[in-house]
């Protein structure tokens, strides 16, 4: 994907999902988000364990921390598309947001 922008990435995987059947019907919204945070949650697992760089397993399937935080970046810009969220906008329009607000938010600790 190399010098793809933002939207251009997610639109790609986007009809890579289409192709690969996933969005042949109605699919639910929160189903989408608890699938993108399964994801993550598996990120924390590996996490837990140290698991902290990508490998390949048996079926040369990708798997670590990394390759789960991309895996739910990929299914989360699958998701926007289809709900048809522009993220790069949302992204320049929070972080333009964000870059006006106080050092540590005022004082937050997290
Ligand atoms: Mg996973």
């Not at 986007?14 to 949650?41: C, V, Y």
């Not at 140290?50 to 935080?69: A, Q």
Request: hydrophobic fraction near 35%.
């Amino acid at each position: 994907m190399g010098e793809m922008t933002i939207n251009e990435t997610a639109h790609a995987i986007h009809d890579w999902a289409k192709r690969k059947g996933w969005w042949e019907s109605d699919r639910n919204t929160g189903e989408l988000l608890a699938l993108a945070h399964s994801e993550l949650s598996e990120a924390l697992e590996d996490y837990r364990i140290g698991k902290m760089d990508t490998y390949l397993d048996d079926n040369n399937k990708p798997c670590g921390f990394p390759s789960e935080i991309a895996y739910c970046m990929i299914r989360l810009m699958d998701t926007a598309v289809a709900l048809g969220i522009n993220l790069e906008h949302e992204i320049e329009q929070k972080m333009a947001y964000n870059e006006k607000r106080p050092y540590r938010h005022g004082g937050k600790v997290a």
